[in-house]
């Protein structure tokens, strides 16, 4: 069966530091690779997503960037995080078209 | 894809029928629509979806109308643990990257 692992759950930084968070699906390949950020008291909003190795579409330009270095490897950075960025992160995977999404336990992340 | 409207708020009592509308009067014949909901503090989780047809799985049941442009998800028997922000949401087949866009879903409140 498919999983979605997400790390680390709860996560404090500093302004300014930088930020990696990573997210990997097993039980699937070529899978489709999403981020959400979820502000506090807020609706969901689509970071980044991703339909292969290396590809990346960006639907919000803001501090973050994403990776996909493997097929099922998400990863989230930051080179200098800012206040704004505080949020609940969370990584999906779907196996396209016509499939739901399966999301991670996500990340909480507050900006210091 | 289509957009949704639906009620920010509603409660339930416990054992009831939870029946939470759904407007996308604008949904196109090959866009699907789905349901999600999202618990305090956890990531969405997928609840069911269908295209025209009345669906039923173990978690509910999702009526759609028969032009299309409004869907009932029915929990049959609420209980204090389905209070969760539930998400209704069109999707398209020509939608790249196969994205969910999450509205501000209703915020279902059951009470005992």
């Known amino acids: 069966s498919q999983t979605i692992h997400q790390w680390p759950a709860t996560l404090v930084q500093p302004v300014g530091s930088p930020l990696s968070l990573e997210c990997t699906v097993e039980g699937t390949s070529n899978p489709n690779l999403y981020w959400y950020r979820q502000a506090a008291g807020r609706g969901l909003q689509l970071l980044f997503y991703s339909v292969g190795i290396g590809q990346i579409s960006s639907e919000v330009p803001q501090n973050l960037s994403a990776s996909r270095p493997q097929d099922r490897q998400f990863i989230l950075s930051s080179k200098k995080l800012l206040l704004s960025d505080s949020g609940f992160y969370l990584c999906a995977w779907s196996g396209g078209w016509g499939y739901g999404y399966t999301f991670g336990s996500g990340t909480r992340l507050t900006v210091v | ?112």
């Open chain 2, 1 to 112: 894809d289509a957009k949704t409207t639906q009620p920010p708020s509603m409660d339930c009592a416990e054992g009831r029928a939870a029946n939470l509308p759904c407007n996308h009067s604008t949904i196109s014949g090959n866009e699907y629509v789905y349901w999600y909901r999202q618990i305090h503090s956890q990531g969405p989780q997928y609840i069911i979806h269908g295209l025209k047809n009345n669906e039923t799985n173990e978690m509910a049941s999702l009526i759609i109308t028969e032009d299309r442009k409004s869907s009932t998800l029915i929990l049959p028997h609420a209980t204090l643990r389905d209070t969760a922000v539930y998400y209704c949401i069109v999707r398209g087949y020509n939608n790249a990257g196969n994205m969910l866009t999450f509205g501000g879903g209703t915020r279902l409140m059951v009470k005992p």
